[in-house]
């Protein structure tokens, strides 16, 4: 990243600081337990690395959904955000390749009838997913029958598909998996029903130039084994590291 011209810098920069989008919905991505000052988890050590190699003061701007980010990251009032791919957030978001790939997934109850991810998609069946998440965008364009019911969050979703006893809660297979463990009498269905690719993205007007620094800068702590030491610095397990972009 070096010899950035002033422009290309400025697009990066609100009032000196960058100021960048993190998202709390995801704990593959990031987190912050009570009594935490700040957030931390590998979106958190990607933004903090861009800033200073832009030598700039890092602003964190946190959200509790992925919609919510993505909303912000579409309207300007974010310069950066950590976001997953998806068509329709495309319409207001340009996308670097992902830095990191997760699972999406089902949890069913114990005793369900259900037990493949084939089997969602019938009348009848209605699904938790967190408002906005890329798995709700995804199963909104996929799922043919059952029915979508929207969580305020994905951190959410579990407790929402046992209040409103619902047939299946779809989300990060992380999560998922936590939240089987804290609730008991739960179960995973085999195999993931999308991957998840986690991505850093600018608002849809950046230029061709800050555009082509993020990527490559995406690439390069790829490559270079920052994003895989982040994974294993905050003890993330089951996400992956993002292959090369062709």
């Not at 009570?34 to 590998?42: H, L």
């Not at 990607?46 to 959200?63: G, Q, S, T």
């Not at 989300?171 to 739960?186: C, I, K, M, S, T």
Request: proline share 5%; charged share 20%.
């Amino acid at each position: 990243m070096d010899n950035i011209s002033g422009f290309v810098a400025a697009e990066f920069l609100t009032n000196g600081r960058l100021r960048a989008a993190i998202n709390l919905g995801n704990p593959i991505l990031a987190s912050q337990p009570p009594g935490q000052a700040q957030p931390s988890g590998v979106s958190v050590d990607l933004a903090r690395e861009l800033a200073r190699r832009l030598d700039v003061e890092l602003e964190m701007v946190v959200f509790n959904a992925a919609g919510l980010a993505a909303a912000a990251l579409a309207a300007g009032s974010v310069n950066i955000g950590f976001v997953a791919i998806d068509p329709q957030r495309g319409e207001g978001i340009r996308f670097t390749p992902p830095y990191v790939q997760i699972e999406g997934s089902y949890l069913v109850r114990e005793e369900s009838p259900l037990r493949a991810k084939e089997e969602v998609d019938r009348q009848g069946i209605r699904v938790a997913v967190g408002l906005g998440s890329a798995y709700d965008l995804y199963l909104g364009r996929t799922l043919k029958h059952a029915q979508l019911v929207r969580a305020a969050t994905s951190p959410s979703v579990v407790d929402t598909f046992l209040h409103h006893e619902l047939d299946v809660a779809a989300g990060v297979r992380q999560q998922l998996e936590y939240d089987a463990e804290r609730f008991g009498g739960l179960r995973m269905l085999d195999g993931r029903f999308m991957t998840i690719n986690q991505a850093m993205g600018l608002p849809l007007r950046c230029s061709d130039g800050a555009w082509r620094l993020l990527c490559g800068f995406v690439e390069e702590l790829k490559s270079g084994g920052f994003v895989a030491d982040a994974l294993a610095r905050h003890g993330i397990d089951g996400a992956a590291v993002a292959p090369p972009a062709i």
